[in-house]
């Protein structure tokens, strides 16, 4: 099936240094991107994002140096390596995390975290999040969370920074729905959401040593 090693290899080479490039550990790389080309964030709020661009360009390289290596069935075989590609990271992540992975390294986040706002009265807002988060480790964790927006304007999430940042004890292999209930004094803000949703909330998470965008 393989015709020409030295392409594959070539191949293989360049598939390990794309996915690490944008590895989507310790912290989400897609965070604020507005396109996205496989795990590449190619645009954000601030522009063009160059690595982005470079790792595309190096994925569509490799994906010709593949074809060329093999004898016959090319388009299944890309196939088959494109969703390998996009998949192979979440399962290495939780190999890591279930097995070696100590303190916020241990830490996952489900992705599906909501907010809610709503102001009984002008300056004042009520802010309600609610959001899962999984230790993995053997130990207890104790975190410091603060919640971001992709946008800075109009404040959303992190309107609740206000109150925060909040510290939550994460016990051992256990997973813990936080659920944080704040009234915020927002009458200094010029702008920031007054009521409504937020979904698939962003936060970053640390510690004494580290910290982690999710």
């Known amino acids: 099936?393989?015709?020409?090693?030295?392409?594959?290899?070539?191949?293989?080479?360049?598939?390990?240094?794309?996915?690490?490039?944008?590895?989507?550990?310790?912290?989400?790389?897609?965070?604020?991107?507005?396109?996205?080309?496989?795990?590449?964030?190619?645009?954000?709020?601030?522009?063009?994002?160059?690595?982005?661009?470079?790792?595309?360009?190096?994925?569509?390289?490799?994906?010709?140096?593949l074809a060329r290596s093999l004898n016959k069935y090319h388009i299944r075989t890309i196939l088959v390596v494109v969703v390998l590609y996009s998949?192979?990271?979440?399962?290495?992540?939780?190999?890591?995390?279930?097995?070696?992975?100590?303190?916020?390294a241990a830490v996952s986040y489900d992705g599906k975290g909501t907010c809610n706002f709503e102001s009984p009265i002008k300056g004042l807002l009520k802010g309600k999040c609610d959001l899962s988060l999984y230790?993995?480790?053997?130990?207890?964790?104790?975190?410091?969370?603060?919640?971001?927006?992709e946008y800075t304007e109009p404040m959303e999430s992190s309107v609740m920074n206000i109150n925060g940042p909040f510290r939550i004890v994460l016990e051992p292999n256990y997973k813990k729905r936080v659920h944080l209930k704040e009234l915020l004094d927002v009458s200094d803000l010029s702008e920031y959401i007054e009521s409504g949703t937020s979904n698939e909330v962003h936060f970053k998470i640390s510690d004494t040593h580290k910290t982690r965008i999710f």
Do not use: W
Request: hydrophobic share 55%; proline share 5%; charged share 15%.
């Open 1 to 65: 099936m393989i015709k020409n090693k030295k392409s594959f290899i070539a191949s293989c080479i360049l598939l390990v240094i794309c996915m690490s490039l944008f590895f989507p550990f310790p912290n989400n790389t897609k965070l604020g991107a507005r396109s996205v080309f496989m795990s590449f964030p190619i645009e954000n709020e601030n522009g063009y994002v160059l690595m982005g661009i470079v790792g595309s360009i190096l994925f569509v390289i490799a994906m010709i140096f």
């Open 87 to 104: 998949l192979l990271p979440l399962p290495l992540i939780a190999v890591y995390q279930k097995t070696i992975a100590s303190g916020i």
């Open 135 to 149: 230790n993995h480790s053997s130990k207890r964790v104790i975190i410091e969370l603060e919640f971001l927006d």
